[in-house]
């Protein structure tokens, strides 16, 4: 995972490139939403929202027809909408009736190929350890420091185990980030593993128009207890892809040692409690859809209309992003 000495560093690259001409970018602004599937809706927004500070800005229902439609699930659903105060990307948690027996990574690495975490800001990392392992969290990396070899910075970085089973990253502020009220702020980056570095590019670069900010190998040991590879020979490839909007940057491992794809298996789905898809907006969803199959990204589900607050009545289809981590593309109708 980059953290945030690499973050100001891939923010230059970007800023240095030239810009896509217009007719091969999408009208979308990067992660619009991520979504999870999770055990108890009540326990999971308490959690979001008096514990990591985001704010619930909208709740709904699903009807079995649209769950089966969309998600492949058998059932009806309802969920609840939170964001954070600086973006407009929103985290969808939902509860399916049928609820989930087990969490999507359960049984599986972290090389493995698909979702592995969604980053926070955090003012105070030591703070921020002490008091959830307080409320009896556990954490897969305890709070880390490295020297980034590429600029010289200490970066401060925890992986928290949340609800759900879900891996939540925690980077403290540096010299160089703004003080800001409050513990958390921002989603710094979504992480999805993959097996195909080349597959993402075609994916976030050529389907999606997203510029790729960096792409790396990382120094062996540099980084390995947050990734989850302390103590094998494992190599660590990282690449961002940074969109137009204020969003979280879209970052891609791509470990030496092959993984298992997730979703694939049946894993890392809506049946399953965790972060199973991450969902994009355009205005052009029919072209985007198009290019998706021309590139070997299939429709799994959809599409289908349905009624999504607070965005109101929208066309969505899930498709079969890299390495078959499923991919939302959806469009705004009203």
């Known amino acids: 995972m980059k953290r945030i000495a690499l973050l100001f560093l891939c923010l230059a690259l970007v800023l240095a490139m030239p810009a896509m001409a217009e007719e091969e970018t999408y009208a979308h602004e990067g992660i619009s939403r991520v979504c999870a599937s999770v055990f108890s809706l009540e326990e999971s927004l ?4 008096n514990t990591m500070e985001l704010e619930l800005v909208a709740q709904g229902e699903l009807d079995q027809q649209t769950c089966a439609a969309l998600y492949g699930m058998d059932c009806a659903a309802k969920y609840a909408m939170l964001k954070n ?8 948690l939902i509860e399916f009736e049928n609820t989930p027996e087990k969490t999507s990574r359960e049984g599986y690495n972290s090389w493995d190929l698909g979702y592995y975490d969604i980053a926070f800001r ?5 703070q921020c350890f002490a008091d ?3 409320m009896g969290y556990t954490f897969l990396c305890e709070p880390y420091s490295y020297t980034t070899t590429w600029s010289g910075d200490t970066v401060f970085e925890a992986v928290l185990q949340g609800p759900n089973g879900m891996p939540l990253a925690l980077i403290n502020k540096t010299e160089a980030t703004p003080a800001f009220e409050g513990m958390f702020r921002n989603f710094p980056d979504v992480v999805l593993v993959v097996g195909d570095m080349e597959s993402a590019d075609r994916f976030y670069t050529d389907v999606l128009g997203i510029a790729k900010g960096f792409d790396m190998e990382m120094e062996p040991g540099l980084v ?8 094998t020979d494992i190599i660590t490839r990282i690449a961002m892809y940074v969109a137009s909007g204020n969003t979280p940057i879209i970052e891609i491992l791509d470990f030496s040692e092959e993984g298992r794809a997730m979703r694939l298996e049946g894993a890392m789905t809506p049946a399953n409690a965790g972060t199973f898809c991450t969902s994009f907006k355009t205005e052009i969803f029919d072209e985007v859809i198009e290019k998706c199959e021309a590139n070997d990204f299939p429709v799994v589900y959809g599409p289908v209309e349905l009624t999504l607050e607070p965005y109101g009545q929208i066309r969505s289809a899930l498709v079969s992003g890299p390495d078959g981590s499923f991919v939302e593309i959806f469009e705004v109708l009203d």
């Open 122 to 126: 955090c003012a105070d990392i030591q």
């Open 85 to 92: 105060s600086v973006q407009d990307t929103l985290l969808q």
């Open 46 to 49: 308490d959690f979001f929202t």
């Open 224 to 231: 390995d207890p947050i990734v989850g590879t302390a103590g």
């Open 132 to 134: 959830l392992t307080e």
